[in-house]
C-alpha cells in the first residue's frame, strides 16, 4: 500500500456557477504548477460544468493521470426513461474516470438504500470507472458505539455483489470513510478514531474478499482542511482525502494536496 500515491480528492457539491468555478480551476492549476504536489488529483465539480472543467484542464495543458475528473453521482440504472438523472457511461464522454457513490448527502438527504448503493457500485465498475464508496455513521450511532456494526453493513451490502469485478484489481474500489456529523460541520474524528476506524475498514475488506491483505485505498473524509491533513495524511491506512469545503478554495485544496 505505501507504494501507492495519495488520492485527494475536491467534492465541490453543488456550489458555484461557471463564473466562480471556472476561477476556482483556473487558480488550483496556476498554483499546481508552482506546488507540483506528488499527490493523485480529482475534481467532482456539479455535473452540468464537467465539460468546462475539462477544458480548462485541456486549455492548461494538464494530462488527467495528474488531475482526474469524476461524477458526484451516477444514475442506478445503466439508461432508459429517468428524468433528470446521469448515467455513469455519459459522464465518460467528459473523461471521468472516478465516480462517487452512496455520499451521505445522497444517502440521508436524497434517500439511497443499501440496495441502490450497490447497484450503483456494480454498475459503476462494470464502465471501468474507480468507484469511491462513502462509508459513515450518523452522530447517533456514534453514540451508541455502532460505528463498525454501521460501517461493516455498509461495506457488505455495497461490495458483496460486485466482488468478482475488482477481487483481482483492487484500484477499482477505493472507500472514503465520512463520519455524517463530521461532514461540513469543522468538527473531523479524533486520530485515534480515524486509525482504529481505517484499520477496521481495511480488515473488514479482507474479509469481504476472502484474502489475508488487500490493497483498497482508504480516504478519509469530514471537515479536512489546510490545518488537519497533514496528521490525518500521516496515520496508518489513509490513503487520501475527500474534502468538501476546503475545496472550494484553491490555496486550502493546494496546501492539502501539498501536505503529505
Ligand atoms: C464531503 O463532502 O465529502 C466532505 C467531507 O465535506 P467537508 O470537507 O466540507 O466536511
Known amino acids: 500500500m505505501n507504494n501507492q500515491k495519495y488520492l485527494i480528492?475536491?467534492?465541490?457539491?453543488?456550489n458555484g456557477d461557471a463564473k466562480t468555478l471556472i476561477r476556482l480551476i483556473n487558480d488550483f492549476i496556476r498554483l499546481h504548477k508552482k506546488v507540483k504536489p506528488v499527490c493523485d488529483i480529482l475534481i467532482?465539480?456539479?455535473a452540468i460544468y464537467l465539460e468546462t472543467i475539462l477544458n480548462r484542464l485541456k486549455h492548461h495543458k494538464i494530462s488527467r493521470k495528474r488531475i482526474s475528473l469524476g461524477a458526484q453521482n451516477i444514475s442506478s440504472y445503466e439508461n432508459g426513461a429517468y428524468t433528470g438523472e446521469l448515467s455513469v457511461?455519459?459522464?465518460?464522454?467528459?473523461?471521468?474516470?472516478?465516480a462517487l457513490v452512496g455520499h451521505s448527502e445522497r444517502r440521508h438527504v436524497f434517500n439511497e438504500d443499501d440496495k441502490i448503493i450497490s447497484k450503483k457500485v456494480r454498475l459503476s465498475i462494470e464502465s471501468g470507472m474507480q468507484t469511491i464508496l462513502c462509508v459513515g455513521e450518523t452522530i447517533i450511532e456514534y453514540d451508541k458505539k455502532l460505528t463498525k456494526k454501521v460501517i461493516l453493513r455498509?461495506?457488505?451490502?455495497?461490495?458483496?455483489k460486485s466482488v468478482d469485478l475488482f477481487k483481482s484489481d483492487h484500484s477499482k474500489i477505493i472507500i472514503a470513510y465520512e463520519p455524517v456529523w463530521a461532514i461540513g460541520t469543522g468538527k473531523t474524528a479524533s486520530l485515534?478514531?480515524?486509525?482504529?476506524?481505517?484499520s477496521y475498514i481495511h480488515n473488514s475488506l479482507s474479509k469481504i474478499l476472502g484474502i489475508k491483505t488487500n490493497n483498497i485505498k482508504i480516504l478519509?473524509?469530514?471537515?479536512?482542511n489546510d490545518l488537519n491533513a497533514s496528521l490525518i495524511l500521516s496515520l496508518p491506512n489513509?490513503?487520501?482525502a475527500l474534502v468538501g469545503g476546503?475545496?472550494?478554495n484553491s490555496k486550502k485544496f493546494i496546501d492539502i494536496c501539498s501536505s503529505i
Open 9 to 14: 480528492a475536491a467534492n465541490w457539491k453543488q
Open 44 to 46: 467532482l465539480p456539479p
Open 89 to 98: 457511461d455519459m459522464t465518460k464522454d467528459y473523461n471521468c474516470n472516478y
Open 154 to 160: 455498509q461495506l457488505k451490502s455495497a461490495l458483496v
Open 192 to 198: 485515534d478514531d480515524i486509525r482504529d476506524i481505517h
Open 220 to 224: 478519509y473524509g469530514g471537515s479536512v
Open 238 to 240: 489513509v490513503n487520501g
Open 246 to 248: 476546503a475545496s472550494l
